[in-house]
C-alpha cells in the first residue's frame, strides 16, 4: 500500500479516519466524526497511520505531542501521509503540530507541517483565561460555530498557499490549505460537529 492510496475498508459514505492518539483530547473527537458520519479509528503507530484515509490531531500539548511522535516513530511518516496529500484536521495543539513554523515554542520542538502559517502557542492567554466564543466559519452555514478556547494559538501569518476561514478580535483561528485544515479551537468539546461534518466532506473529495 502506498502512503497515497485509501484503505480497502473506507467507503465513500464512512470514510476511516484516525484520531492521533498520543495526548490529548482523544476520545471526543472520535465522537466527533462519528456523529459526522466517519468511521474513526486511534493511530498511535506508523502500521495503524496506513490504515486510515484521513487524520484528526487533537488539542492537548504540542511540544509533548511532538516528543512522543518522535519516540513512537511517526513524525515521518506522518509527514510523508500530509506530502503526499492526505487530509488532516488539527485543533490547537493540532494545529501548532501542522504549522511550518511557530513561535514561542521550545527551540527543540519539530513540527509536522503542512499549512504555509506562522503559529503563535498559548496567544490567547493561560489555562485559567479559557473561553468561548461564537466563530464564523467559511464555508460552513447556520451560524457561528461555538468554540472552546484553551491555551488557544492563534496565527500570526499566512502564506500564499493558504486560506482563511476564521478570524476572532483581529486573529486568525481557521485555515485551510488544500487537504489540511486548523482551528485555533475546540468544536469537538461542544457538541456542534459542523467543522468535523465539513472535515469528512473534505475527505470524501480527496
Known amino acids: 500500500m502506498t502512503t497515497s492510496s485509501i484503505p480497502a475498508t473506507s467507503t465513500a459514505d464512512a470514510p476511516v ?5 498520543l495526548q490529548g483530547d482523544v476520545r471526543e473527537h472520535l465522537a466527533a466524526l462519528t456523529a459526522a458520519g466517519a468511521t474513526p479509528r486511534q493511530v498511535r503507530r506508523p502500521e495503524e497511520l496506513a490504515e486510515v484515509a484521513a487524520l ?3 488539542g492537548g500539548e504540542s511540544t509533548t505531542m511532538s ?4 519516540i513512537f516513530g511517526l513524525l515521518e511518516p506522518l509527514r510523508d501521509r500530509v506530502r503526499a496529500g492526505m487530509p488532516v484536521y488539527g485543533t490547537c495543539a493540532g494545529m501548532i503540530m501542522l504549522a511550518d513554523k511557530i513561535l514561542d515554542g521550545r527551540d527543540d520542538q519539530e513540527t509536522i507541517g503542512g499549512i504555509d502559517m506562522i503559529v ?9 483565561e479559557s473561553f468561548e466564543a461564537g466563530v464564523d466559519i467559511q464555508g460552513i452555514e447556520d451560524g457561528p460555530v461555538e468554540g472552546v478556547f484553551i491555551r488557544a494559538p492563534w496565527v500570526e501569518s499566512v502564506g500564499g498557499g493558504a486560506e482563511v476561514l476564521a478570524t476572532f478580535d ?18 469537538e468539546l461542544t457538541g456542534d ?10 475527505v470524501r473529495r480527496a
Open 170 to 187: 483581529g486573529h486568525t483561528v481557521a485555515v485551510r490549505q488544500g487537504n489540511v485544515l486548523a482551528t485555533s479551537f475546540h468544536p
Open 193 to 202: 460537529h459542523r467543522v468535523h461534518k465539513l472535515f469528512v466532506e473534505m
Open 56 to 58: 484528526v490531531i487533537p
Open 67 to 70: 516528543k512522543l511522535a518522535i
Open 17 to 21: 479516519i484516525g484520531v492521533l492518539a
Open 120 to 128: 503563535r502557542r498559548n496567544a490567547f492567554g493561560r489555562q485559567n
